[in-house]
Nanobody
Framework: VQLQASGGGLVQAGGSLTLSCAAS??????????MGWFRQAPGKEREFVAG????????PYADSVKGRFTISRDNAKNTVALQMNSLKPEDTAVYYC????????????????WGKGTQVTVSS
């Protein structure tokens, strides 16, 4: 499956952005994949941000984004979104979406398919 993330940009602290990830070229239906968002800041390892199961009923989050970020998916459109509110400078990173068959990817090792990242920059 190919994943394409979009929606990044420059935003002031306290602002909002919505990222989107579109899936294509899959041999299994989109509902076969758990999806996740990860991010990597300069000089740091890639870290888990949020995940979602096939139905949208299970959505784990990293503690650092709980209450500010919301992950959702549209299985009819083969997309997953990350609504980011109350953004902070420490949210600045390249954001990646990832997919895993039949589970929610919450670690880098759990991701089977990666998309190219999209840059999010939060100014203070």
């Amino acid at each position: 499956v190919q994943l394409q993330a979009s929606g990044g940009g420059l935003v002031q602290a306290g602002g909002s952005l919505t990222l989107s990830c579109a899936a294509s070229g899959r041999t299994l239906p989109f509902t076969a994949y758990g999806m996740g968002w990860f991010r990597q800041a300069p000089g740091k390892e890639r870290e888990f941000v949020a995940g979602i199961d096939w139905s949208g009923s299970n959505t784990p989050y990293a503690d650092s984004v709980k209450g500010r970020f919301t992950i959702s998916r549209d299985n009819a459109k083969n997309t997953v979104a990350l609504q980011m509110n109350s953004l902070k400078p420490e949210d600045t990173a390249v954001y990646y979406c990832g997919a895993s068959r039949r589970t929610i990817p919450t670690t880098n090792y759990g991701v089977e398919y990666w998309g190219k990242g999209t840059q999010v920059t939060v100014s203070s």
